[in-house]
């Protein structure tokens, strides 16, 4: 139990393991050896093995114990049999115990297993083997259960490696090869197969099909994929045949670094085991010098017995880990990744969010609304010049302008020098012609006199367009509000918290129009990164701040803020280094349930450890007035820990309505 403790505090050690990898481990529950997250014990051998081995030994030393019991009932003058049943059951159930006991001793620690350790031993020095032998199975099975609890990285790590095959088909000269994974260098191509997961992240270069995202993003609908379209491993091709350009490995892969924060998520730390891992080195002594008080005042050894044994502080100890681990996994269900576990904490302590616009509160895909030429220019010249000046340049303006083109069956020019101003607009010559296309400010900026009807472009992001100096016109563009957005900020409002604001580099009639759609309290437009982060570090001031963007371009706003939510970082190395707190998809409705999530399992820890208190302190005083028998205590540690196990697993199925939602959506 020791071990268990550790696992919950979060002891880590930095070792190689077996294979050869080097990691950041937790201590392992069963034998005090640090676990490789991918599936090796940190000196050869294999953790799953050592459970299956205490297994083993309760089985076995319990059927013995049980035997004891058969044989004076049914057999009373076989009393040999009988009480030699009883010794070797209650020997076999107590030496995994003893012997753990002894080895922490061995390393300078004194933990929990010392109490069960001197229990059993007490129990067995006063020849009530029958009593020694339940005692341990008891203890012996809280141990098994504590060892599956506490190892849910490790467990989670194995569930995810499952998702990504070991060989697949490299295409060379046009054939098929059968080859290992860790075989493939970037750049080569592979062929996926319906019903396959794809092995590495990489490009579609041929093909089209449907791909389940779910592993990865959360998302209940698969979604279509065809040429230029990126792919992850760990998903899984459902429908077309599909040629595929690597173009990540191993670790770097979307699933690698999903793997890599589901172990820093279980390996941290919150607040409450802290204050556990703080006082856990005294609280064994504490135990036995009462036990030796007990001892010196009742001389009676069952109750010094069944204090030890009902002292020792699964159920506390687990409180915590039991519910971080169900809600991480809950939280990963959903395409919710957590760097640390104090961050899923602190999400239900936020009473603010700050919203960037583009791709977060909007869809982020802007198109052509209004088109208004000046003098005797007509629309088509117009868009003609726009979309040829901006069709080198990868901006959502552009997008839009050449999207709107093609609709339009306009035959674009072929442009000479091509300069694009990042945030402010593009520079080229075509047909002898120098054209510029972007922002007012920026083109007054160059000398360019902009005259026009400011009030007639209200509610829309503006480029104009210039040839030879003379401006020809401007263009509007509108990006539309997701259709989840009002729900989430309802959601939120509902939720208790108390502002929701919006930040934006776009101009004031655009960022006040989606403003007053959403009902925000407060937003910011024309904003720079710069200007991002100053308003959030004003909030900050009054609340305690959530910012969520896109991961790109607001990354020091995700910094800034208290916490950071990265939207849609699935294949985005920005978006999950840069936010405390990354969705792997851009539905919104994530996050409300995400502070959902996050004071449902406060609550859950809250309840855990009240119970566990009232189970271990109410048996200790059960225990010292002689209200209890060692037996009892044993059967009420290990439902205890049950109990405890059982009220934590509730978090795993939070957020299973918004999947039955998005599936009748």
Known sequence: MADALEMATGHIHDEHCACGHHHNHSHDQEEGRPACPCGHDAVGGVGHDRTMGKISFALLGGLLTANSFLLDALLPRQTFASMFSAILGAFILALPIIFTAIRDLVNGKVYMNELVALAILAALA??????????????????????????????????????TPNRTRKIVNGQEIECEVTELVLGETIRIRPGENFPVDGE????????????????????????????????????????????????????????????????????????????????????????????????????????????????????????????????????????????????????????????????????????????????AELLLTAASADRHSNHPTAKALLQLASEAGITLRETGE???????????????????????????????????????????????????NVVLGWIGFRDKIRSESPRMIEDLRKLGIRRCSMVTGDRESVAESVSAALALDD????????????????????????????????????????????????????????????????????????????????????????????MVFGGMILSVFGWMTPIWAAVLHTCSTLLIIFNSARLVRTGEDLTLEENRD
């Open 126 to 163: 006063g020849g009530d083997f029958q009593t020694a032998g339940i005692i341990a199975f008891f203890l012996l099975v809280s141990i098994i259960i504590e060892s599956r609890t506490a190892s849910g990285a490790q467990r989670s790590i194995e569930e995810l490696i499952k998702l």
């Open 523 to 614: 937003h910011r437009s024309e904003c720079l990164p710069e200007g991002k982060v100053e308003y959030v570090e004003e909030s900050k001031k009054r609340y305690r701040v959530a910012v969520v963007g896109d991961g790109v371009n607001d990354a020091p706003a995700l910094t800034a803020g208290d916490l950071g939510i990265a939207m849609g970082a699935i294949g985005s190395d920005v978006a999950i280094n840069s936010a405390s707190i990354a969705l792997m998809t851009n539905d919104l409705r994530r996050i409300p349930m995400l502070v959902y999530l996050s004071r449902k399992s406060r609550g859950i820890i809250n309840q855990n450890l009240v119970f566990g208190m009232l």
């Open 418 to 468: 091509f300069q694009e101003v990042p945030g402010k607009g593009v520079i080229t010559e075509f047909d002898g012609a120098h054209c510029m296309v972007g922002r007012a400010a920026w083109l007054r900026s160059m000398k360019i006199e902009i005259a026009g009807d400011e009030a007639a472009s209200e509610g829309m992001s503006v480029v104009y367009v210039v040839r030879d």
């Open 204 to 379: 579609i270069i041929s093909g089209e099909s449907t791909v389940n995202q779910a592993s990865i993003t959360g998302e209940s609908m698969p979604v279509e994929k065809a040429v230029g379209d990126d792919v992850f491993a760990g998903t899984q091709n459902l429908t077309g045949q599909i040629d595929m350009k690597v173009t990540k490995l191993g670790e770097d892969t979307t699933l690698g670094r999903v793997k890599s924060m589901i172990l820093a998520a279980e390996s941290s730390r919150t607040p409450m085991v802290r204050i556990i891992d703080r006082y856990a080195a005294y609280y064994t002594p504490t135990v036995l010098m009462l036990a030796g008080l007990t001892w010196f005042v009742e001389k009676d050894m069952q109750r010094v017995i069944t204090l030890m044994v009902i002292a020792c502080p699964c159920a506390i100890v687990l409180a915590t880990p039991t519910a971080v681990v169900a809600a991480v996994a809950a939280a990963a269900r959903l395409g919710i990744l957590i760097k640390n576990v104090s961050h899923l904490e602190l999400a239900g302590r936020i009473t603010a969010f700050v919203f960037d616009k583009t791709g977060t509160l909007t869809d982020g895909m802007l198109s052509v609304v209004k088109l208004t030429p000046f003098g005797k220019i007509t629309s």
